[in-house]
């Protein structure tokens, strides 16, 4: 069964510790994702910010990040490619090869320079995670805390996102606060997502998706993709398989079975987890199988409705 994951940290990790994506010790390599058959992986240029003097060197951060990414796409092309578009991915499925999509964790990166998000696209990024743990240019982090929570995107956000929606890169809601992912749904003219978020209902982080944002995101034809880091799914640290079925149960049950996908964090987490490694996900579809779903909603689940966003999105 074929398999898309909407967000890792593992070219990242690769490139801080000088190894190839073909085969490696860490979470993925592309050994094991073709036995699996994972189709098509989004792979994360993870920038953290406060690591960087400035923002002009986390933008040379991140642009190195990306030669990296470059030179594992042609390195290993017989096994990859790099796409760009809905057709991209249709070409490399036909060919036999994992499709690589290239995001960016941190829309800070481009201070308050539209046009480095312009450079990002030229580069080939086609999602953009315009938050993580910190303030940026663009807007606020989730919290939980009521005097951050409800930050709204910032002016120059609103432009971020609406430039966004224009050239057809994927907003990227995970890590962003409420009062952002409320204005990003407003300025929403094509499906965004949530790359790898779980349900705060289940697991009150805030970090995870209220009840009514999943509402809101499978209204604009979303998904947010499943995360497997344990401190996400639930109190105690197991982020047994047990918890991430739960997740996914009472987002069916709040959104419906088509905001659902996969995001896993390879690469970005620590600790226990009923998902390891890449070679665990044959296990949750093993578990999805026991606890009911048909086949078709399993299908959904692990590539199509992630499919369906990157064909509106991307085409």
Not at 26 to 47: E, P
Not at 224 to 237: A, P
Not at 251 to 275: C, M, Q, T
Request: aromatic fraction near 6%; glycine fraction near 8%.
């Amino acid at each position: 069964m074929p398999i898309v994951d909407l967000h890792c940290d593992t070219i990242t990790e690769l490139e801080k510790q000088g190894k190839n994506l073909r085969s490696n010790d860490i979470n993925l390599d592309l050994t094991r994702m073709q036995k699996i058959d994972i189709m098509l992986q989004d792979f994360a240029i993870f920038v953290r910010m406060t690591e960087h003097k400035t923002v002009d060197d986390a933008w040379e951060y991140t642009l190195r990040i990306c030669d990296f990414f470059n030179t594992q796409m042609e390195l290993n092309k017989d096994m990859i490619s790099h796409v760009l578009s809905y057709a991209d991915i249709e070409k490399t499925r036909a060919n036999k090869k994992i499709s690589a999509l290239l995001s960016v964790e941190e829309g800070g990166v481009c201070g308050e320079k539209i046009e480095r998000l312009e450079e990002l696209y030229k580069r080939g990024v086609r999602l953009m995670t315009i938050s993580w743990n910190f303030e940026n240019s663009l807007c606020y982090p989730h919290s939980l805390t009521e005097d951050t929570t409800d930050k709204k995107l910032k002016p120059f956000g609103r432009e971020v996102v609406e430039r966004m929606n224009k050239m057809g890169m994927i907003v990227d809601v995970s890590h962003l606060s409420d009062g952002g992912f409320w204005d990003v749904a407003k300025l929403a003219k094509k499906p965004f997502v949530a790359s790898h978020s779980d349900a705060r209902a289940i697991e009150g982080h805030s970090r995870n998706l209220t009840d009514p944002m999943i509402k809101r995101l499978a209204e604009a034809g979303g998904v947010t993709g499943i995360n497997f880091f344990s401190k996400f799914l639930g109190h105690d640290g197991t982020g047994s398989m047990e918890q991430i079925l739960q997740h996914i149960a009472h987002i069916k049950n709040v959104g419906g079975i088509d905001v659902i996908a996969l995001g896993s964090d390879f690469d970005g987490f620590g600790g226990a987890s009923g998902v390891r490694t890449c070679e665990d996900f044959p296990k949750l579809i093993s578990a999805l199988e026991r606890a009911g779903y048909s086949n078709e909603e399993i299908d959904k689940i692990t590539h199509k409705n992630a499919l369906r966003v990157l064909h509106d999105v991307l085409t």
